[in-house]
């Protein structure tokens, strides 16, 4: 049965997500390869395969994660004779985003059954011309080291301008080494669209995944990509920049992506920016930054010539003890559809997280217990299902730093960033569908070993309840602090007097 042993509508296991990434990273190569040579004949370049990986490396593990999922779904269901519908409101994305990735499952699903059905070359609904990026300036002060879209000053709302004002302070300290790229001036344009060049399908063929990549790639090439990819190309000549520094922006940011892949001079550096890096056993954001990258700084692990610890400032900053009350659950949320293969919940396992969140929280209900809700519901009505199991539960109303305790349904950045903050913080996971590095795992064990982590809610409910009227002194004993400083030296290694931190780097980076 391949993919879903148990049936397309029945959680996926963790044995089943690590053969569909060893098969898709496979699958990447290739493509990867032969994208360059086709993208290169399009556009009269002598590009290498590691530019066109910066530029569009992320997408396509994306693109070959979804097809390869809606490819043996698909499957499954005509052999069960499942009836099953999909929407298809097609739009060539760069695929940043879950909601973007959710959608183009759909989509995607729907052209592989009309394939394998008629075979027919009229099912992309191509409109004419798309709007698409066209150009853009940068703005840069002489210096060696460009600095655009950290880890920490990422966030436009109100809640979070205290921090980014302060963020921008701090870097103003690692002048004159280092200062913020700005783009500015983003153009935008209404282009036509190359239906020949995408429409140019050869075989059709949906027999295999392999095939139906093939098929299916340069319809759904951004536009970035194809139609537009002459005029960025313009834009991104190199203003003499050495090093070019970003927690985020090689995934998602067109501009800096064009920028560093057109000037291979350039020497990338990229940073951790979540919790899942050398922690789960494979993650497909970490594999890409550490292979485009330059130097990959950490959050205190190494593991390569590469990697490199470098801190990054607290997001929690921890009040007076005796000012804190209450319990926090921090809850994360994925859509219906498996929009990546990664360690975590993903299509019908987060249903799973739903209940036994709802099972963690029935258990210490009575207790003063607040929720953080993900900011995306994906159609699971979370609230709807919490309140039908007779949970009415307030929500989170007030800062993050001011409960006493802390406890997340996922094992990812939040818990990372309360165990460094020095928070008594309990955590639970699924471990059919967690799976850890082995180099992490006796650092888990130990977490286990101590309570701070669990590998089912019940387990992690009962040490809230016995915890809960005097947490510190759990949070303080001797085997606790071990376990925790033990952990967050490796893989949560924050500090507020960062700048110093960066500016050593710098200048051995720059004396080199």
């Keep these: 049965m391949g993919l879903y042993e148990n049936g397309p509508l029945a959680p996926l296991l963790n044995t089943s997500v690590a053969k569909a990434l060893n098969q898709t990273a496979d699958l990447h190569k290739t493509l990867l390869y032969e994208l360059t040579d086709e993208l ?7 590009w290498k395969p590691r530019q066109y990986d910066l530029l569009l490396g992320n997408w396509l593990i994306y693109f070959i994660h979804i097809v390869y999922e809606r490819w043996h779904f698909i499957r499954i269901a005509q052999l069960q004779q499942l009836n099953t519908t999909f929407d298809n409101d097609f739009y060539p994305s760069f695929l940043i985003t879950p909601t973007q990735r959710d959608l183009a499952s759909h989509s995607i699903a729907s052209h592989i059954r009309t394939f394998s059905e008629d075979h027919t070359d009229k099912i992309f609904d191509f409109p004419e011309s798309m709007n698409c990026l ?37 870097m103003s300290k690692l002048l004159p080494l280092a200062s913020p790229i700005l783009f500015f001036n983003l153009r935008y344009s209404k282009l036509s669209i190359d239906k020949t060049w995408r429409l140019d399908l050869a075989a059709h063929d949906v027999s295999t995944v392999t095939s139906t990549c093939r098929t299916l790639l340069k319809p759904y090439l951004p536009v970035e ?25 090689i995934h998602h940011h067109i501009p800096f992506k064009f920028l560093a892949a057109r000037n291979p001079s350039i020497k990338l550096l990229t940073h951790q920016h979540g919790g899942c890096y050398a922690l789960d056993h494979s993650y497909i954001e970490e594999d890409y930054e550490r292979r485009v990258s330059d130097i990959f700084y950490t959050w205190g692990w190494v593991e390569d010539d590469k990697t490199r610890p470098l801190p990054v400032p607290q997001r929690i900053n921890p009040i007076p003890v005796h000012n804190r009350k209450g319990i926090l659950l921090k809850c994360v949320n994925y859509p219906k559809q498996v929009h990546k293969f990664f360690y975590h919940h993903i299509g019908q396992q987060v ?41 009415s539960i307030p929500e989170k109303s007030r800062l993050t730093s001011q ?18 903050a020095n928070i008594p913080t309990i955590c639970f996971y699924n471990p059919t569908v967690n799976y850890f ?4 795992e006796e650092y ?23 915890i809960y009227y005097d947490p510190e002194s759990w949070w303080n004993s001797k085997s606790v602090q071990s376990a925790r400083l033990d952990f967050v030296g490796l893989y949560a290694r924050f500090s507020n007097n960062w700048p110093r931190y960066w500016r050593n780097e710098f200048v051995d980076l720059l004396n080199k």
């Design 225 to 249: 990509l194809v139609e537009g990819f002459q005029h960025l190309y313009k834009s991104s000549r190199n203003n003499s920049i050495k090093f070019l520094y970003s927690a985020n922006s």
């Design 403 to 420: 409960y006493k305790i802390l406890t997340y349904n996922y094992v990812a950045t939040g818990w990372l960033e309360s165990l460094a």
């Design 40 to 46: 290169n004949y399009y556009h009269a370049l002598d």
């Design 351 to 391: 249903d799973l997280l739903i209940n036994d969140s709802i099972t963690f929280a029935g258990i210490i209900s009575d207790l003063e217990l607040e929720i953080s809700y993900y900011a995306r519901d994906y159609d699971w009505n979370v609230r709807g299902r919490f309140t039908s199991s007779n949970l």
């Design 444 to 466: 888990i064990t130990s977490l286990e070993n101590v309570g701070i982590l669990h590998s089912n809610p019940i387990s992690a409910a009962e040490k809230v309840r016995q």
């Design 437 to 440: 590095r082995p180099a992490a």
């Design 134 to 170: 066209s150009g853009y300036n940068t703005f840069t002060l002489p210096l060696p080291i460009q600095i655009h879209d950290t880890y920490f000053i990422r966030d436009t709302n109100l809640h979070s301008l205290f921090r980014l004002l302060s963020g921008a302070f701090q």
